[in-house]
């Protein structure tokens, strides 16, 4: 199983605040995903990225932006933070081939007041 | 589109009854499928998964499988349910011909009485 690590775990804060949510992959897996998982709902791919210097959005729209300057970290940033963004975001990883299993983090669930 | 039903939003059984959970799925490609499980609080951890080959696929805990095409279903099944097993399950497809991006569906709550 892959190990793959998301700080904060909860976070509360104020209407237009900056937050960046940490993931951390140790496995080498060359492709990272974000989901956005609102309570009783299916989990929807907001960014995802297939290498370094690699990111797409992905199929549910959102104000956030992601980056991959290292293989192992995929942070994602809100710029100013609104109650519309409160949700539980989750992080997953896979490797290229033709198992492309993808293994996730404990999530961050953020509650904007 | 691609797309995923799990009918039942939530379903209780009894500790120690067989549980059969459903999923359904439209896809325009030959899909791989997993289920995952999600406990309050936590991510989501792989049960079990199937790219080929043989249609049942075993998992962890117990857990097992059935693909079957000509149903467009993936329904996972367990002989005798724990207390512990009490948890949401997801149903997800993906394909490489969509970038094995994975569609999931909305998920099943599973409650178990003693």
């Known amino acids: 199983e892959a190990d793959i690590y998301q700080t904060p775990r909860y976070l509360v804060i104020g209407t237009g605040k900056k937050i960046t949510l940490e993931c951390s992959q140790t496995?080498?897996?060359?492709?990272m995903y974000w989901y956005q998982q609102d309570p009783g709902m299916e989990l929807h791919l907001i960014h995802y990225s297939y290498g370094v210097n690699s990111t797409e959005k992905g199929d549910l729209s959102s104000e956030s932006t992601v980056s991959r300057i290292r293989t192992e970290h995929f942070p994602l940033t809100l710029e100013s933070a609104r109650p519309s963004h409160t949700s539980q975001y989750l992080c997953?990883?896979?490797?290229?081939?033709?198992?492309?299993?993808?293994?996730f983090g404990p999530g961050t669930r953020l509650l904007v007041l | 589109a691609q797309s995923v039903t799990q009918p039942d939003i939530h379903i209780t059984v009894s500790e120690g009854a067989s549980l059969e959970l459903r999923c359904n799925y439209s896809?325009?490609?030959?899909?791989?499928l997993f289920w995952y499980v999600q406990s309050p609080g936590q991510g989501l951890q792989l049960l079990l998964k199937y790219f080929s080959g043989d249609t049942l696929v075993q998992g962890i805990k117990g857990f097992e499988a059935e693909f079957k095409r000509s149903q467009s279903s993936f329904n996972l099944r367990k002989p005798s349910v724990h207390w512990s097993d009490a948890a949401e399950y997801f149903c997800?497809?993906?394909?490489?011909?969509?970038?094995?991006?994975?569609?999931f569906g909305a998920g099943t709550i599973l409650r178990v009485k003693s």
């Open positions: 496995m080498g897996h060359d492709k």
């Open positions: 997953a990883s896979s490797s290229s081939g033709s198992s492309e299993t993808q293994y």
């Open positions: 997800a497809v993906g394909a490489r011909e969509y970038g094995n991006k994975l569609v």
């Open positions: 896809y325009g490609a030959t899909p791989y």
